[in-house]
């Protein structure tokens, strides 16, 4: 199951779709919900919670209009993956609101975000790095697996969630004794940080 794909690309690629498609065009809100979320993901990563929590809202409030619960499950789930992804782990409550309209998919993805179930990531960044989120979270990560997550986040160039691994890793560092290595994690942590 691709639900990482599906449930970031059905609101960001394939409401677009329609509108491309070269028959009618696309309500406004399938464009909007999609750019909303995009932005959303792009300003959470680089740090900035305020802009991205308005571009969520603005997301929400264009798939609210529609009356599909599954479509703003969707979104919830989104949220939820991009803050697990950072290392911010919550129960999804946005998303436990509409469990009920969910479909399985959804349903899957929600419990393996929590930890309950089981998932394979696939090649995109942001899935990867939920994957190393819920090991991480259920206590099955390996310092390969840390090392892995840093260097997803340093390619995409994703602020937030670098540091947050960073963190974690430097904490493996001072817990193993290790000085040298978390002085270079408080160096790079410091120039992440700037």
């Known amino acids: 199951m691709a639900l990482p794909a599906r ?8 409401l677009l779709a329609a509108g491309c498609a070269g028959g009618p ?22 740090g900035s919670t305020d802009a991205a929590e308005a571009q969520f809202k603005t997301a929400r409030n264009e798939l609210a209009s529609t009356g599909r619960a599954d479509l703003v499950a969707r979104a919830e789930l989104v ?3 991009v803050r ?8 999804c409550p946005g998303f436990e609101k509409l469990r009920d309209g969910a ?6 993805y929600a419990d393996y975000l929590a930890g309950r179930g089981r998932h394979a990531a696939s ?29 997803i986040a340093s390619v995409q160039g994703w602020r937030r969630p670098l540091l947050a691994w960073l963190g974690v890793q430097l904490k493996r560092a001072e817990a193993a004794g290790d000085n040298d290595a978390a002085s270079r994690l408080r160096k790079r942590i410091e120039l992440v940080s700037e």
Do not use: M
């Not at 479909?103 to 899957?108: H, V």
């Not at 939920?130 to 390996?142: P, T, W």
């Open 103 to 108: 479909a399985a998919p959804e349903l899957a």
């Open 25 to 46: 065009q696309a309500p406004d809100w399938q464009a909007n919900a999609a750019q909303a979320l995009q932005a959303y993901q792009r300003l959470y990563f680089a």
């Open 79 to 81: 949220r939820c993956a």
């Open 123 to 151: 090649d995109d960044p942001l899935s990867r790095l939920v994957a190393a989120a819920v090991q991480l979270k259920s206590g099955g990560i390996s310092p390969a697996g840390i090392s892995t997550a840093i260097d």
């Open 84 to 91: 697990a992804a950072s290392l911010e782990f919550d129960d």
């Open 7 to 14: 449930v970031r690309n059905s609101l960001a690629l394939i």
